[in-house]
Nanobody, 115 residues
Framework: QVQLVESGGGLVQPGGSLRLSCAAS????????MGWFRQAPGNQREMVAL???????TYCESVKGRFIISREIGKNTVYLQMDSLKSEDTAVYYC?????????WGQGTQVTVSS
C-alpha cells in the first residue's frame, strides 16, 4: 500500500507564502505522476499542479506564476511552494499519486488565506 502524508498548511495573510510537503511511502513505482489538488467548501476538487518523473510541470491557470511544484525523488517527497497567496486559494490541499495500478490521496492539509 501507498501512504501520502501532507504537511505545511496553515493561516497566512493575502500576499504571503506557504510551502506544502507530501511524503510518500510504501510500494512506489519508478514512473508516476504526483501532484496537488485542492477543494474549497462547496466546490469540486480541482487540479492545482502536476509533476511527472522527467520534471515537467503543469499548473491550473489561476496559480501560474505564483505556485511552484517540485519533487525530491530520493526522499519520495513532493512540495508546493505557494507565493502571493490570495483569499481564493483557501482550500484543503491534497497530495496525489498516480500509478499504473491506481491512485493514492493524502488526508489533506488546510490552507487559509485571510487578513
Amino acid at each position: 500500500q501507498v501512504q501520502l502524508v501532507e504537511s505545511g498548511g496553515g493561516l497566512v495573510q493575502p500576499g504571503g507564502s506557504l510551502r506544502l510537503s507530501c511524503a510518500a511511502s510504501g510500494s512506489l513505482e519508478r514512473f508516476n505522476f504526483m501532484g496537488w489538488f485542492r477543494q474549497a467548501p462547496g466546490n469540486q476538487r480541482e487540479m492545482v499542479a502536476l509533476i511527472i518523473p522527467g520534471g515537467t510541470t503543469t499548473y491550473c491557470e489561476s496559480v501560474k506564476g505564483r505556485f511552484i511544484i517540485s519533487r525530491e525523488i530520493g526522499k519520495n517527497t513532493v512540495y508546493l511552494q505557494m507565493d502571493s497567496l490570495k483569499s481564493e486559494d483557501t482550500a484543503v490541499y491534497y497530495c496525489h499519486l498516480a500509478m499504473s495500478r491506481g491512485n493514492s490521496w493524502g488526508q489533506g492539509t488546510q490552507v487559509t488565506v485571510s487578513s
